[in-house]
């Protein structure tokens, strides 16, 4: 009979029909039976937002549990989670136990629900109970600020009321301030900082609200804790807020920063930070501060070695533009890292397509890093070849070895030689045709000519460069131009 009486009884519930869940009531029904899924009739019926409360009445008014858990959820629970006022009222009315532990201000908070927030609380509940992240009811209400932005500042207000913790920290050591403005609510965010909450807190990463603001890209909210007086050189990480406006790249909060006193130190390598991303009006602002050209991070490289190693995050005209405002104001071209590579070796090593009027300034083409290399090494390892050419062009020695005794032909020959086992016959012809080996072809021919244009004009070729280029098998035009160039040296004039 229990079974089948709990079973017409959840049926009647679900099809919301009161006569039939009065009649089951009226002829003893169970009234705290489970279903299949472990609900009770009471849940069950405020679970379904379309059920009536007349329903409910005659469940709680037939002695059922009110504190019994479906789900883990308590009716309780439910009552708020479906905005039901007046069965809360009822169910708090009738001795339901409100525990802190089931987060049940968390989730009227989260709805917004302000009659709810201000029933819990007068019935006692704990403003400031946690949830499994640590996070208060208050973190709950400005998790929503988005979707309620209203009756959000209403409840925010309520529990700032009623002793809310406005600093309380989650288990990340983040504050509500630090949800809101990592969310961009923007009033929540000034509400906040109108009711006092701490613009300088930090979060387990050592990030203030101004850090978290910039990283996130929220300018107004970080001109919003700027005029509430927050400290503008707090770092987190060793990173301060103009660090994170120059990594972000945003030139109106760094202008701001700047406008209001920010630190310019060497030490935090903002320079080099703006040359790596190739911002130049980060860095025309940095030197108009008179920052340090010359300053060294921890590899000993100078701001004018990054800049030329980041080709990769810009058009070539904006790459030779950084590069002759950092030379314009006084860094040191031909400065060198721990590995003795200058910028030149820097630039050539990131694949830049360099050109002529970069050598207007007085770079030390033939400087050899810790391991021999000149930039010529470097060009014809890489199969640089437009590089290469130009190298030779400006008259970049070719006869320098490294320390493993090789020549930059030598370099390229290797290179060549370590793909060629790559170019095979089972290889697609279109593949052979478009593959790295073909292009590595390619430096080999420039400096091999080069040489043999040295040679015909009696110009000196070391006998390592010799023993690789045969100069008779010399193209037959550069050949009778050295012949010619031998008959005109010979004549007396």
Do not use: W
Request: some cysteine; glycine content about 4%; charged content about 30%.
């Amino acid at each position: 009979m229990d079974n089948e009486s709990a079973r017409q009884l959840h049926l009647a519930i679900s099809r919301r029909d009161t006569n039939a869940v009065k009649k089951l009531l009226d002829e003893g029904a169970n009234v705290n039976i489970t279903d299949q899924q472990y609900r009770a009739p009471l849940c069950r019926a405020i679970n379904d937002v379309n059920c009536s409360n007349e329903i409910v009445k005659l469940l709680i008014g037939a002695k059922c549990d009110i504190n019994a858990e479906s789900e883990g959820k308590s009716p309780i629970y439910y009552a708020i989670q479906e905005g039901n006022d007046e069965v809360l009222r009822l169910l708090l009315a009738r001795g339901a136990i409100i525990d802190n532990k089931s987060k049940l201000l968390h989730v009227a908070a989260n709805r917004n629900d302000i009659k709810a927030c201000k029933i819990l609380i007068d019935h006692g509940i704990d403003v400031n109970a946690r949830d499994q992240y640590e996070r208060t009811a208050l973190y709950a209400a400005c998790s929503d600020a988005l979707c309620y932005p209203d009756t959000n500042k209403e409840t925010i207000q309520l529990l700032i009321r009623n002793g809310t913790d406005l600093d309380a920290r989650d288990r990340n050591g983040q504050t509500a301030l630090h949800f809101a403005i990592s969310h961009g609510y923007k009033k929540t965010v000034k509400q906040l900082l109108d009711e006092g909450a701490d613009v300088d807190i930090t979060d387990k990463q050592y990030r203030t609200p101004l850090c978290l603001a910039i990283e996130n890209g929220y300018s107004d909210l970080a001109e919003l804790l700027i005029k509430a007086k927050c400290d503008i050189n707090a770092k987190s990480k060793l990173k301060s807020p103009i660090y994170y406006a120059i990594e972000k790249s945003n030139h109106d909060i760094l202008r701001l920063l700047i406008a209001r006193g920010a630190i310019i130190d060497n030490k935090s390598k903002l320079l080099h930070l703006a040359a790596r991303r190739n911002d130049i009006r980060a860095c025309r602002m940095l030197i108009d501060l008179g920052i340090n050209v010359n300053a060294l991070d921890q590899h000993c490289r100078t701001a004018l070695h990054l800049a030329a190693n980041s080709k990769f995050k810009c058009s070539s005209d904006r790459y030779e533009e950084i590069i002759h405002l950092l030379i314009q104001n006084g860094t040191y071209l031909n400065a060198r890292d721990r590995y003795g590579r200058t910028a030149l070796h820097y630039a050539i090593k990131s694949g830049a397509d360099l050109s002529y009027n970069l050598f207007e300034h007085d770079f030390d083409i033939d400087a050899q890093d810790y391991n021999g290399d000149t930039p010529l090494h470097i060009a014809a390892r890489g199969d640089q070849y437009k590089v290469v050419r130009l190298l030779l062009y400006i008259g970049c020695d070719m006869n320098t070895t490294n320390n493993h005794g090789e020549t930059p032909l030598e370099c390229a020959i290797h290179e060549r030689d370590l793909a060629r086992p790559m170019e095979s016959s089972h290889r697609p012809s279109y593949y052979r045709r478009e593959h790295r080996y073909i292009e590595k072809f390619k430096s080999v021919v420039e400096i091999r000519e080069h040489i043999r244009k040295l040679y015909a004009a009696g110009l000196y070729v070391s006998k390592k460069n010799l023993s690789i280029v045969n100069p008779e098998e010399s193209d037959p035009v550069i050949v009778s131009c050295g012949k010619e160039l031998k008959k005109i040296r010979s004549r007396k004039i």
